[in-house]
Nanobody
Framework: QLQLVESGGGLVQPGGSLRLSCAAS????????IGWFRQAPGKEREGVSC????????YYADSVKGRFTISRDNAKNTVYLQMNSPKPEDTTVYYC???????????????????WGQGTQVTVSS
């Protein structure tokens, strides 16, 4: 069974740091672009950051640029999202997804994703 499992969420203070993990099972992430998405209540799901399969090219939403860093460890079949200096407006559930496409395209077109996991809750609060 192909599955992506998000973890690492929790409560973090503004200006702190948190690392989210997206672990794959049942398939290898090597040939997929991987994206992190979030959906605040009443808003559409948005691509936060995506990373390409081979070149490792990355895409970041303007709202997180300079604060979040996406990386992948193909040996561990895992993708990470390092969240530095999070803000209260970053509070929501974060999801990861894998699609065979370009990272930019994945992030701007969440509709390309056909299966979503449970996500991991991130709460930024003092």
């Amino acid at each position: 069974q192909l599955q992506l499992v998000e973890s690492g969420g929790g409560l973090v203070q503004p200006g702190g740091s948190l690392r989210l993990s997206c672990a794959a099972s049942g398939f290898t992430l090597d040939y997929y672009a991987i994206g992190w998405f979030r959906q605040a209540p009443g808003k559409e799901r948005e691509g936060v950051s995506c990373i390409g399969s081979s070149t490792g090219s990355t895409y970041y939403a303007d709202s997180v640029k300079g604060r979040f860093t996406i990386s992948r460890d193909n040996a561990k079949n895992t993708v990470y999202l390092q969240m530095n200096s999070p803000k209260p407006e970053d509070t929501t559930v974060y999801y990861c997804a894998a699609v065979r496409t370009l990272p930019f395209r994945l992030c701007v077109l969440p509709a390309l994703v056909t299966d979503w996991g449970q996500g991991t809750q991130v709460t930024v609060s003092s």
